[in-house]
């Protein structure tokens, strides 16, 4: 550790190697800290964050739903005068220009709906989804359950500690 190192009294009675150990302790100990620090702020934030989050799934979800949702309505509402006209128009043309016209306008319009409705069923879908893994993240922060990598990861952080410590120790 360059720093203790830069001390007289340290240097004086401490060997390079238990410098070095102390190092590794201190950048070891202080990385544990951290990382307990960032569960503390992920499960803060994930905790505060779930009801805002559920209720704009909710909301998507609600506006967004094929048929009854509110954009879904206000897209018939501009539709639907769209192809009374095209239809009117095709029925009454009077020449085949304006009958084919007509016909391409009401594919257009048919294909723009089918558009539509997927991609309305595909954000509700999604608004669902994201509400299902909100849940399941708030699950996964709440509960104190260890993983096999966390335990590994770990025990590989208490083997470098133990190895330094008895370098410090014996030195």
Known sequence: MASLGRVPEAKDSLSDKQLEAIGTVVQEVGGLWVEWKRKEAVTTIVREARPAVDRLCDLLARDFAPGTGWVALQLQVIEDPLIAEATNVLYDGRSYDERKRASAAIDLVHGNRMRRTEVLKRVTDAAVAMKKANAALAQAVESSAW?????????????????????????
């Open 147 to 171: 993983s096999a990598q966390d335990i590994q990861a770990f025990a590989e952080r208490a083997q470098s500690l133990r190895a330094a410590v008895k370098i410090i120790v014996k030195e």
